[in-house]
């Protein structure tokens, strides 16, 4: 089993950063990659970001390229996920989520343990 705890949501204005971290826990077997995902009301989950453990290789959504960094931490078991120049439209409940299989990095299915999330919210 795996467990993981996001933190670092907030409201800031357009422009500013965040920092979201993600503390996972449990078997490290089960994770071989992490992703990041956000959904805001009415809209699908979608991914924002992803890290494979492996090779550290990690992945963006083209509307985050060069403004989001995915990296980890292996030592306190954590993956962050820096945010610059925040947009209104970043706007989201921002989770974290892990899996051990083969799949698209930002297929939201294919991970099987999630976080409860962190509100990110972004005024203009």
């Known amino acids: 089993q795996v467990q993981m705890v996001e933190s670092g949501g907030d409201s800031v204005q357009a422009g500013g950063s965040l920092r979201l971290s993600c503390e996972h826990s449990?078997?490290?077997?089960?994770?071989?990659?992490v992703g990041w995902f956000r959904q805001s009301p009415g809209k699908e989950r979608e991914g924002v970001a992803g890290i494979f453990f492996g090779n550290g290789m990690t992945y963006y959504a083209d509307s985050v390229k060069g403004r989001f960094t995915v990296s980890r931490d292996n030592a306190k078991a954590t993956v962050y996920l820096q945010m610059n120049n925040l947009k209104a439209e970043d706007t989201a409940m921002y989770y974290c989520?892990?899996?051990?299989?083969?799949?698209?990095?930002?297929?939201?299915?294919?991970?099987?343990?999630w976080g409860q999330g962190t509100q990110v919210t972004v005024s203009s």
């Open positions: 989520a892990a899996r051990n299989s083969i799949a698209l990095w930002s297929f939201a299915p294919s991970y099987k343990y």
């Open positions: 449990g078997d490290p077997y089960f994770i071989s990659t």
